[in-house]
């Protein structure tokens, strides 16, 4: 007996076969990418210190403002000046030649949350996506790890779906979840034929299809996009098994920098956000701050080691940054409260490093800067978290439609922070 | 399918959409439930005349601070007049001080200043409209044109407040809000109900009463499952660590560790037990128990009946044989020493009957000031605090869970650096007051409990902080002793508490956050968001009066939730625009299923739950797929996941495959009427020959798998049925020509009986027509299903 052809039995009964549909994947036909293809990059990550760090103990140096040095404790490279307290010097000596520092960064709050969120979508309130969110829903929201979101803010308000990777040893049963023994890759057997399981994806996308030509409702209308958004790049996530590292971590921040880049060299994932706390320093902020700070400092520096190893580092775009500042002054526990004037760090394709933009003067206010050239300049413009994230949209790529639907309050400045043409 | 076309379902009289409007009353209570209006709810329906009111139909009723809200606020005071007139602004020393939009409250606080201000006038003129144009030394110069509409609009506002504010007796607002929206009907609603709170499907009695009492059944059967369903407890837990997070303690000996045994010298009392393996399950149980104990409190405040208010004012706790053992309590009350789900009230620390003193001698009282969850070590625990904190955080999170308050929204405003260069700013600067003055009072009834949450008496508070207490009460010094109990007494009485269970209970059933008043009027949403926010602010406000009226009972509560179109709204009619889009964006009956709850249902619809090799289930906390399926740890993450992501599309495929695979044959291994999947048809049925059951089959899939009652026209069961013979006719001719074998794979046999173990007549592993792989194929498609994966 002849097997019959599939999908064309399928059309002949009215079934579509699973394919683009509406919403997301209409606007992803429309755009740079199709369905089934992978990324090639950039690849946008954001490191969070969470708790606000204080940025006069390594890339804002004072020494009026910090106990740990003094003059000769700043050390200049290039474009950029560091204290050089606890480890900075293996990061900044690794990274000045691509670094930018903006200082004097005026988030206006207090409020961990507040800062949290003003720093990563450049906007205060609730409603705006992570800038590495806007870049996934951009690029590919279908891609099976497009959006690793790691980090404790990293909203996305329905532009692409988080993930998140707790557990990678299980990631290879995940990859093959149609074989009845993934993990051994010599068997290749599966639950169902290989026909079976298209007349099942078939099924299910035209139950899909018709509850999306029925329902009005937006958040019902979303869902169902949604999940036919993540059917489509689902089959990708096997590519991801060819680059993970063998020693793979066991848990933590390691392994999640570990998966999103094997993701990111497999082309299946855009962005990613991580997160380390420790920078809440009410007490002893010196020694408090070396520590976290080495520890963020140390996992920026791993994650680009494995960058490197995977021959994708020149296609990495990152931005660094915290709740806010610490006080220009130390409480009773030695240690020091909330400050709302912080700094940001970014390096990577496309950002021209070895500079610092923006300054803070000797107590910690934020200077303003000439719009054009930015210099400093009393009738400039004093810098927010939105300058910066006007020019990272702008650079990330972001589609027209996602910069209409979570508008900025500014404008990239002319003279151009991240020293984009 | 039975479905509403109102906002509303029967037995939700709240939210029955009779409109009309009337003038008058009293707007002092700015900080009321129902915008500061004192709106009498059994006002006759529309048209009619009530206490000499006259009454509009839907829809014509505008209400005074509606107007305000929309003619005066948006479109220029709160640019041109607020920029100078705010707490911080030029004017803010004048009598006219309006409040922003990041303060609770504001629209109706800023309603009451202006009608207080109308009252001025100079030579028969309001003072304001005389200001607003220039005139009488306006610092602020000509800000309004006397002949444009802005001024009109203003006159237009005064003239309301001078004759009494316009207010619809019901609210013409969430009538409108909610037309064209097609409800679930109880039938539908009575699936998910069962589903989520008790993780089964709807027994035939709650069917029955359903069919026979429609919507008015749903109360009766949520208070049944409270009551009975043991799956309950679990659910209830949930719903509450949604928020609490208290659950961050499970695991090694997280919880214990809050505890010294210098105050509880037997919270090692495992220790003594011999055997390793003894030892530490008892560990295990004395830490997880100790972790879940705010949580259990809950439970048995609810499981008992008793008002919800008492989470905060119960001056006792509760405690299972293994942290009785850890408070050193008395464990005569319990019947078995190891069983972990016996929960019993306590009070710690007080005197054991029996052993009274005599009488007048006096001897300390070491009772302990039991306050709820307040008291409970993994709720201190949970929000740590430092010299610096001084228990803000502590303060923070019980304003946000209890009082409906949250302070991190008011310190979103715009600060200063010059305010926190300032001297103890959180104490003189207003720019910080605005936010401390709130939580810090707050923050000082904490007093007796240290970094971690240890007690420990106090007899003062810091003197460079604002004085224990809540709001403007302070907390009499002789009261610090039982600090937190006076809290809780305090809580429980503000109207605001209601209002903050509503919000914590609809998150954990809905997983949706209540909504946020939009701050940014430039945002192409800002108007139908608004009136988003204002009709659920309103309907929220309106359940909480009715769990108010219910003497807070938490069964009213999950009633009066599922009966609101904001758990029903399942469909609009077509059509809608992008701003009516905006408006209903939160509305919509979809859930994506967190981990547990997806472990739940599968292992209801199919009858065997989803494990590893070992039996381990694979969805639930602290097992592989857990974190990545959206799961929450109440420690690094705490947000489930909204939307599938592909690695959760992939595991949701290999569910299905490997419960079609298990669940198939072992079903098809009962006798028709235990069946849970294919009672109406045998593994043998051919298509061709067994149409009729294999049609009723598939039908009655489609109700248990996808909960959707459908009959043989419907396009949906013809889809079925094409791809259960499909599989088989594909599967035939594979067979035919040798590409397939006539046996099953190994995993999906069943050779003995599923419940007894017995070994089969005849064991099914042989397929030779394809029948069982194309009805695993039906099973796996519809476990991966829209309806299955999402509640």
Redesign the interface.
């Given at each position: 007996?002849?097997?019959?052809n599939?999908f064309s039995?399928m059309a002949g009964?009215g079934?579509c076969a699973a394919g683009i549909g509406r919403g997301a994947l209409a606007d992803l036909a429309a755009g740079k990418r199709v369905s089934g293809g992978t990324y090639d990059g950039p690849f946008f990550v954001h490191f969070a210190a969470d708790g606000g760090w204080d940025p006069t103990g390594f890339c804002d140096p004072h020494t009026n403002l910090h106990r740990g040095y003094d003059e000769s404790g700043i050390v200049s490279l290039g474009g950029i000046r560091y204290a050089n307290v606890g480890d900075n010097a293996a990061f900044f000596e690794r990274f000045a030649d691509r670094l930018l520092i903006v200082n004097g960064l005026?988030v206006?709050?207090?409020?961990h949350?507040?800062g949290r969120r003003y720093v990563s979508t450049g906007k205060?309130?609730?409603?705006h996506p992570h800038w590495a969110a806007l870049a996934a829903g951009t690029h590919g929201p279908?891609?099976?790890?497009?959006?690793v979101a790691e980090a404790?803010q990293s909203a996305?308000e329905?532009v692409?779906?988080?993930?998140?990777?707790?557990?990678s040893?299980?990631?290879a049963?995940?990859?093959f979840?149609?074989r009845?023994n993934p993990g051994n890759v010599e068997d290749l057997?599966t639950?169902?034929?290989e026909?079976?399981l298209e007349?099942?994806s078939a099924?299910?996308q035209?139950?899909?299809d018709?509850?999306a030509q029925?329902?009005?409702?937006?958040?019902?209308d979303n869902?169902?996009d949604?999940?036919a958004v993540?059917?489509s790049?689902?089959n990708?996530?096997e590519l991801l098994q060819s680059y993970l590292p063998e020693a793979l971590a066991a848990t933590g921040i390691e392994q999640q920098m570990q998966v999103a880049l094997a993701a990111y060299a497999a082309g299946?994932a855009i962005s990613a956000t991580f997160g380390m706390n420790g920078f809440d320093t009410?007490?002893n902020n010196d020694a408090n701050q070396d520590n976290a700070r080495a520890s963020f400092f140390g996992a920026i520096m791993r994650f680009w080691d494995e960058a490197e190893r995977l021959g994708v580092a020149d296609r990495v775009v990152m931005s660094i940054g915290s709740d806010f500042g610490r006080?220009?002054r130390y409480?009773?526990?030695n240690?020091k409260?909330?400050?709302?004037?912080t700094s940001m760090m970014l390096m990577g394709q496309g950002i021209e490093g070895n500079r610092m933009v923006g300054a803070t003067d000797d107590?910690?206010?934020?200077l303003r800067v000439d719009p054009d050239t930015l210099a400093l300049s009393e009738d400039g413009v004093t810098l927010t978290p939105a300058h910066v994230h006007a020019e990272l949209r702008k650079l990330a790529g972001v589609s027209d439609a996602l910069q209409a639907r979570f508008?900025l309050p500014v404008e990239p400045l002319p003279g151009s922070i991240l020293g984009v043409a | 399918m039975n479905s509403s076309k109102l906002g509303v379902v029967a037995g939700a009289a709240i939210l029955v959409a009779l409109s009309g409007c009337y003038e008058s009353i009293d707007i002092d209570d700015a900080g009321g439930t129902s915008g500061g209006i004192d709106v009498d709810e059994d006002e006759p329906e529309g048209g009619e005349s009530s206490g000499g009111v006259e009454l509009d139909g839907p829809g014509t009723c505008l209400e005074t601070a509606t107007y305000f809200r929309e003619q005066v606020w948006a479109p220029f005071m709160s640019s041109q007049c607020y920029a100078c007139h705010n707490p911080l602004g030029q004017a803010k020393h004048t009598d006219l001080v309006l409040r922003g939009n990041d303060v609770p409250g504001h629209q109706e606080a800023n309603i009451a200043m202006i009608r207080n201000i109308a009252r001025l006038e100079l030579e028969g003129e309001s003072l304001l409209l005389v200001k607003a144009r220039g005139d009488y030394e306006h610092g602020g110069g000509a800000q309004l044109d006397p002949g444009g509409e802005a001024y009109a609009a203003l006159e237009e506002l005064l003239e309301q407040l001078d004759e009494g504010p316009t207010v619809c007796a019901d609210d013409a607002d969430v009538f409108e809000y909610f037309q064209g929206v097609e409800m679930m009907g109880p039938e539908e609603t009575l699936r998910r109900v069962t589903i989520a709170l008790a993780g089964r499907l709807p027994t035939e009695l709650e069917r029955e009463l359903v069919e026979a009492g429609g919507d008015d059944a749903i109360g009766p059967i949520i208070d049944g499952i409270i009551a009975n369903d043991d799956a309950f407890g679990t659910r209830l837990v949930e719903i509450f660590n949604a928020t609490l997070h208290t659950e961050k303690f499970i695991g090694g000996t997280n919880a214990l560790d809050l505890l010294t045994e210098g105050d509880y010298p037997n919270k090692n009392w495992f220790d003594a037990i011999t055997d390793d393996a003894a030892r530490n399950t008892a560990r295990s149980r004395s830490n997880t128990a100790l972790a879940r104990e705010p949580l259990e409190l809950i439970r048995y405040i609810v499981r008992e009946g008793r008002p919800l208010t008492e989470i905060v004012t119960a001056n006792y706790t509760v405690a299972n044989p293994y942290l009785a053992q850890v408070y050193g309590l008395d464990t005569s009350v319990f019947v078995d020493m190891e069983d972990t789900r016996d929960w019993q009230p306590f009070v710690i620390g007080a005197p054991v009957e029996g052993e009274m003193p005599p009488e007048g001698e006096e001897v300390e009282d070491t009772t302990f000031p039991h306050a709820g969850v307040l008291t409970t070590p993994a709720y201190l625990g949970r929000y740590p605090t430092t010299d610096t904190n001084r228990n803000r955080l502590r303060a923070q999170k019980t304003l946000e869970y209890f009082l409906a308050t949250d302070v991190m929204s008011l310190g979103a405003r715009p600060l200063s650096t010059d305010a926190v260069a300032e001297h103890n700013p959180t104490l003189n600067n207003p720019q910080c007051t605005s936010c401390h003055e709130i939580m810090d009072p707050v923050a000082g009834a904490f007093l007796n409990y240290n970094d971690i949450g240890r007690r420990r008496p106090q007899e003062s508070w810091y003197q460079d902080m604002m004085a224990p207490g809540l709001g403007e009460e302070i907390m009499p010094s002789d009261e610090y002793g039982r600090s937190l109990a006076w809290l809780g007494e305090r809580i429980a009485d503000d109207v605001r508490f209601s209002r903050a269970m509503v919000d914590m209970v609809f998150y954990g059933l809905t997983g949706q956050h209540v909504l946020r008043e939009p701050t940014d009027p430039s945002s192409p949403s800002y108007g139908p968001e608004l009136e988003a926010f204002h009709v659920q602010d309103r309907v929220f406000s309106d359940l909480a009066d009715e769990f108010i009226a219910s003497g807070y009972d938490f069964g009213s509560l999950v009633t009066l939730i599922v009966n609101s179109g904001y758990y029903r709204a399942k469909n609009v009619e077509g059509g809608i625009d992008e701003l009516r889009a905006a408006e209903l964006a939160p509305l919509g009956a979809v859930r994506l299923s967190s981990p547990e709850q997806f472990h739940r249902k599968v292992a209801a619809v199919t009858g065997y739950t989803w494990t590893d090799d070992g039996g381990s289930s694979l969805l639930t906390r602290g097992r592989p797929l857990h974190l990545m399926y959206g799961g929450v740890n109440s420690d690094t993450v705490l947000e489930g996941y909204e939307q599938v992501n592909g690695v959760m599309s992939n595991i949701i495929s290999r569910m299905a495959n490997e419960m079609a695979c298990r669940a198939t044959a072992a079903d098809f291994a009962r006798d028709p009427e235990d069946r849970l999947l294919f009672p109406h048809v045998e593994a043998s049925a051919i298509p061709g020959l067994d149409d009729a059951s294999i049609e009723a089959n598939i039908l009655y899939l489609h109700e248990r798998v996808l909960g959707e009652t459908i009959t043989a026209d419907d396009p949906r069961f013809n889809d079925t049925l094409f791809l259960f013979e499909s599989v088989y006719e594909d599967g035939l001719s594979g067979i035919a020509v040798g590409e397939y074998p006539a046996t099953l794979i190994a995993p999906c046999r069943q050779s003995t009986h599923p419940e007894t173990g017995d070994p089969l007549e005849v064991p099914i592993v042989d397929d030779p027509d394809y029948t069982v792989r194309a009805w695993m194929a039906v099973v796996s498609a519809m476990l991966g299903d829209f309806q299955f994966i999402y509640e």
């Amino acid at each position: 007996m002849k097997r019959r052809n599939f999908f064309s039995w399928m059309a002949g009964a009215g079934l579509c076969a699973a394919g683009i549909g509406r919403g997301a994947l209409a606007d992803l036909a429309a755009g740079k990418r199709v369905s089934g293809g992978t990324y090639d990059g950039p690849f946008f990550v954001h490191f969070a210190a969470d708790g606000g760090w204080d940025p006069t103990g390594f890339c804002d140096p004072h020494t009026n403002l910090h106990r740990g040095y003094d003059e000769s404790g700043i050390v200049s490279l290039g474009g950029i000046r560091y204290a050089n307290v606890g480890d900075n010097a293996a990061f900044f000596e690794r990274f000045a030649d691509r670094l930018l520092i903006v200082n004097g960064l005026d988030v206006t709050t207090n409020n961990h949350a507040v800062g949290r969120r003003y720093v990563s979508t450049g906007k205060q309130d609730e409603t705006h996506p992570h800038w590495a969110a806007l870049a996934a829903g951009t690029h590919g929201p279908e891609l099976p790890l497009a959006y690793v979101a790691e980090a404790s803010q990293s909203a996305s308000e329905g532009v692409v779906a988080r993930s998140r990777v707790s557990n990678s040893s299980v990631l290879a049963d995940l990859s093959f979840p149609d074989r009845v023994n993934p993990g051994n890759v010599e068997d290749l057997s599966t639950y169902q034929t290989e026909p079976a399981l298209e007349m099942v994806s078939a099924w299910r996308q035209s139950r899909l299809d018709r509850m999306a030509q029925e329902q009005h409702l937006p958040r019902i209308d979303n869902a169902i996009d949604n999940l036919a958004v993540a059917r489509s790049g689902s089959n990708e996530l096997e590519l991801l098994q060819s680059y993970l590292p063998e020693a793979l971590a066991a848990t933590g921040i390691e392994q999640q920098m570990q998966v999103a880049l094997a993701a990111y060299a497999a082309g299946i994932a855009i962005s990613a956000t991580f997160g380390m706390n420790g920078f809440d320093t009410h007490q002893n902020n010196d020694a408090n701050q070396d520590n976290a700070r080495a520890s963020f400092f140390g996992a920026i520096m791993r994650f680009w080691d494995e960058a490197e190893r995977l021959g994708v580092a020149d296609r990495v775009v990152m931005s660094i940054g915290s709740d806010f500042g610490r006080t220009n002054r130390y409480n009773g526990n030695n240690g020091k409260d909330h400050w709302p004037v912080t700094s940001m760090m970014l390096m990577g394709q496309g950002i021209e490093g070895n500079r610092m933009v923006g300054a803070t003067d000797d107590e910690q206010y934020a200077l303003r800067v000439d719009p054009d050239t930015l210099a400093l300049s009393e009738d400039g413009v004093t810098l927010t978290p939105a300058h910066v994230h006007a020019e990272l949209r702008k650079l990330a790529g972001v589609s027209d439609a996602l910069q209409a639907r979570f508008p900025l309050p500014v404008e990239p400045l002319p003279g151009s922070i991240l020293g984009v043409a | 399918m039975n479905s509403s076309k109102l906002g509303v379902v029967a037995g939700a009289a709240i939210l029955v959409a009779l409109s009309g409007c009337y003038e008058s009353i009293d707007i002092d209570d700015a900080g009321g439930t129902s915008g500061g209006i004192d709106v009498d709810e059994d006002e006759p329906e529309g048209g009619e005349s009530s206490g000499g009111v006259e009454l509009d139909g839907p829809g014509t009723c505008l209400e005074t601070a509606t107007y305000f809200r929309e003619q005066v606020w948006a479109p220029f005071m709160s640019s041109q007049c607020y920029a100078c007139h705010n707490p911080l602004g030029q004017a803010k020393h004048t009598d006219l001080v309006l409040r922003g939009n990041d303060v609770p409250g504001h629209q109706e606080a800023n309603i009451a200043m202006i009608r207080n201000i109308a009252r001025l006038e100079l030579e028969g003129e309001s003072l304001l409209l005389v200001k607003a144009r220039g005139d009488y030394e306006h610092g602020g110069g000509a800000q309004l044109d006397p002949g444009g509409e802005a001024y009109a609009a203003l006159e237009e506002l005064l003239e309301q407040l001078d004759e009494g504010p316009t207010v619809c007796a019901d609210d013409a607002d969430v009538f409108e809000y909610f037309q064209g929206v097609e409800m679930m009907g109880p039938e539908e609603t009575l699936r998910r109900v069962t589903i989520a709170l008790a993780g089964r499907l709807p027994t035939e009695l709650e069917r029955e009463l359903v069919e026979a009492g429609g919507d008015d059944a749903i109360g009766p059967i949520i208070d049944g499952i409270i009551a009975n369903d043991d799956a309950f407890g679990t659910r209830l837990v949930e719903i509450f660590n949604a928020t609490l997070h208290t659950e961050k303690f499970i695991g090694g000996t997280n919880a214990l560790d809050l505890l010294t045994e210098g105050d509880y010298p037997n919270k090692n009392w495992f220790d003594a037990i011999t055997d390793d393996a003894a030892r530490n399950t008892a560990r295990s149980r004395s830490n997880t128990a100790l972790a879940r104990e705010p949580l259990e409190l809950i439970r048995y405040i609810v499981r008992e009946g008793r008002p919800l208010t008492e989470i905060v004012t119960a001056n006792y706790t509760v405690a299972n044989p293994y942290l009785a053992q850890v408070y050193g309590l008395d464990t005569s009350v319990f019947v078995d020493m190891e069983d972990t789900r016996d929960w019993q009230p306590f009070v710690i620390g007080a005197p054991v009957e029996g052993e009274m003193p005599p009488e007048g001698e006096e001897v300390e009282d070491t009772t302990f000031p039991h306050a709820g969850v307040l008291t409970t070590p993994a709720y201190l625990g949970r929000y740590p605090t430092t010299d610096t904190n001084r228990n803000r955080l502590r303060a923070q999170k019980t304003l946000e869970y209890f009082l409906a308050t949250d302070v991190m929204s008011l310190g979103a405003r715009p600060l200063s650096t010059d305010a926190v260069a300032e001297h103890n700013p959180t104490l003189n600067n207003p720019q910080c007051t605005s936010c401390h003055e709130i939580m810090d009072p707050v923050a000082g009834a904490f007093l007796n409990y240290n970094d971690i949450g240890r007690r420990r008496p106090q007899e003062s508070w810091y003197q460079d902080m604002m004085a224990p207490g809540l709001g403007e009460e302070i907390m009499p010094s002789d009261e610090y002793g039982r600090s937190l109990a006076w809290l809780g007494e305090r809580i429980a009485d503000d109207v605001r508490f209601s209002r903050a269970m509503v919000d914590m209970v609809f998150y954990g059933l809905t997983g949706q956050h209540v909504l946020r008043e939009p701050t940014d009027p430039s945002s192409p949403s800002y108007g139908p968001e608004l009136e988003a926010f204002h009709v659920q602010d309103r309907v929220f406000s309106d359940l909480a009066d009715e769990f108010i009226a219910s003497g807070y009972d938490f069964g009213s509560l999950v009633t009066l939730i599922v009966n609101s179109g904001y758990y029903r709204a399942k469909n609009v009619e077509g059509g809608i625009d992008e701003l009516r889009a905006a408006e209903l964006a939160p509305l919509g009956a979809v859930r994506l299923s967190s981990p547990e709850q997806f472990h739940r249902k599968v292992a209801a619809v199919t009858g065997y739950t989803w494990t590893d090799d070992g039996g381990s289930s694979l969805l639930t906390r602290g097992r592989p797929l857990h974190l990545m399926y959206g799961g929450v740890n109440s420690d690094t993450v705490l947000e489930g996941y909204e939307q599938v992501n592909g690695v959760m599309s992939n595991i949701i495929s290999r569910m299905a495959n490997e419960m079609a695979c298990r669940a198939t044959a072992a079903d098809f291994a009962r006798d028709p009427e235990d069946r849970l999947l294919f009672p109406h048809v045998e593994a043998s049925a051919i298509p061709g020959l067994d149409d009729a059951s294999i049609e009723a089959n598939i039908l009655y899939l489609h109700e248990r798998v996808l909960g959707e009652t459908i009959t043989a026209d419907d396009p949906r069961f013809n889809d079925t049925l094409f791809l259960f013979e499909s599989v088989y006719e594909d599967g035939l001719s594979g067979i035919a020509v040798g590409e397939y074998p006539a046996t099953l794979i190994a995993p999906c046999r069943q050779s003995t009986h599923p419940e007894t173990g017995d070994p089969l007549e005849v064991p099914i592993v042989d397929d030779p027509d394809y029948t069982v792989r194309a009805w695993m194929a039906v099973v796996s498609a519809m476990l991966g299903d829209f309806q299955f994966i999402y509640e």
